[in-house]
């Protein structure tokens, strides 16, 4: 039996572009995006951006119509081209601990975790995941089994830490008595392979008329990228953590393989030339007993 396609019916339109979700670009991003849009003309492009930017981080919306001291003309032009959606909670779980955890859907196949933890920092630490997967292949990591998909955007960073603070309710960005009040890059993936993306996410999470954390209560956590070291703390002066679990290379060689690339030697010169480490900025030595 022979079976025949018809492909007369395939369109050949080109597929329709997502519209741009701006709670994933920073403030010079932003200011751009407006610009390139035809939203607002360029030498009123700071001011504009920086209200749409109070409402986004600060105030925590999600529709252009709630932005009261944004005219509606703009308001409009704003829905016509951009996003401010949060991506689909596919499942939520809290323990008696307080502990949270839900399961993100950014993109369809594209889904993350993203934990809660209480009591962690000065109150409460999230835990955000970098990458769909990863490539490393730690023996201890579940999230070594999966086969890396892709990076994730800014946007889809940033995304956790709003849907943790829609679930904790707090918004708009309160100044003390955060419930969350660290965010650690110890979820899915590596994110010194994401730099680029977590760097911009860092930025946004830190303004201080955003969400507003402390650059030192942001930590990023890697298995060892050596060159990358460097770049991170110049771009983002976040607090580093060093998944090691081993003190020597013949353990660790098996432990974390990413360890026979850039070995125990090579990592800890890495660490000392880390920027702006100090008594007052440690880094943190993660070991699995």
Aim: proline residues 5%; neutral net charge; charged residues 20%.
């Amino acid at each position: 039996m022979s079976i025949t396609l018809d492909l007369s019916r395939v369109s050949n339109a080109p597929a329709v572009k997502a519209p741009v979700n701006l709670s994933g670009l920073t403030r010079a991003g932003l200011r751009q995006a407006l610009i390139d849009a035809d939203v607002c003309p360029p030498e009123k492009a700071k001011m504009r951006a920086s209200q749409v930017w109070g409402w986004i981080h600060h105030y925590g919306v999600t529709e252009f119509s709630a932005m009261s001291n944004v005219a509606k003309d703009m308001q409009a032009r704003l829905a016509e081209h951009f996003t401010l959606a949060r991506p689909e909670i596919v499942e939520r779980q809290v323990s008696k601990d307080g502990t949270r955890k839900w399961l993100i859907r950014t993109a369809p196949g594209i889904e993350i975790e993203t934990v809660y933890i209480p009591d962690v920092g000065r109150a409460g630490a999230l835990c955000v995941s970098s990458q769909v997967g990863c490539t490393l292949n730690c023996t201890f990591c579940h999230t070594g089994t999966q086969k890396l998909v892709r990076n994730l955007t800014a946007a889809e960073i940033v995304a956790q830490v709003q849907v943790a603070r829609d679930d904790l309710d707090e918004w708009p960005s309160p100044k003390e008595d955060r419930r969350l009040s660290n965010i650690v890059f110890m979820g899915m993936g590596e994110p010194l392979y994401n730099l680029d993306h977590v760097a911009d996410a860092i930025d946004i999470i830190s303004d201080p008329e955003g969400i507003a954390l402390s650059r030192r209560r942001i930590t990023v956590s890697t298995s060892g990228v050596v060159p990358q070291l460097d770049a991170l703390g110049t771009r983002t002066a976040a607090m580093l953590a060093i998944s090691l679990h081993a003190t020597n290379d013949a353990l660790r060689d098996v432990l974390v393989p990413l360890n026979k690339k850039y070995n125990l030697e090579q990592l800890m010169a890495g660490i000392r030339a880390y920027p702006g480490l100090s008594n007052a900025r440690r880094v943190t030595f993660e070991y699995v007993m």
